[in-house]
């Protein structure tokens, strides 16, 4: 069972950047970062795969955010630039066993076989 303890969350002015991290007790195929605000789903941000060529992001956030990993060190990173209030919520490490599938604009919650615990991030205006 593989672990993931992400961190770098934290309160921001709108505008500003964070960079948020995941390390993981082990290798994992592919690798993501989701979101959930107070009140709604959790969402899909971002994915990457194992080698770190392919990235996917959600439209809302396409341009702003930068995922990327660290194989060698079993870690990934998420680079959040103009934040915006409404990128307010938890962030949460995913990890997933197997490939993604082929991309279709996001992926589900129900597709990820591992969680960090999550970090806040909170955009003021």
């Known amino acids: 069972q593989v672990q993931l303890v992400d961190s770098g969350g934290g309160l921001v002015q709108a505008g500003g950047s964070l960079r948020l991290s995941c390390a993981a007790s082990?290798?994992?195929?592919?690798m993501g970062w989701f979101r959930q605000a107070p009140g709604k789903e959790r969402e899909f941000v971002s994915a990457i795969t194992w080698s770190g060529v392919i990235t996917y992001y959600a439209d809302s956030v396409k341009g702003r955010f930068t995922i990327s990993r660290d194989n060698v060190n079993n870690k990934m990173y998420l680079e959040m630039n103009s934040l915006k209030p409404e990128d307010t919520a938890v962030y949460y490490c995913?990890?997933?066993?197997?490939?993604?599938?082929?991309?279709?604009?996001?992926?589900?919650?129900?597709?990820?076989?591992?969680w960090g615990q999550g970090t806040q991030v909170t955009v003021s205006s």
């Open positions: 082990g290798p994992i195929n592919s």
């Open positions: 995913a990890g997933r066993k197997a490939r993604w599938r082929d991309w279709s604009g996001g992926y589900s919650p129900r597709e990820i076989d591992y």
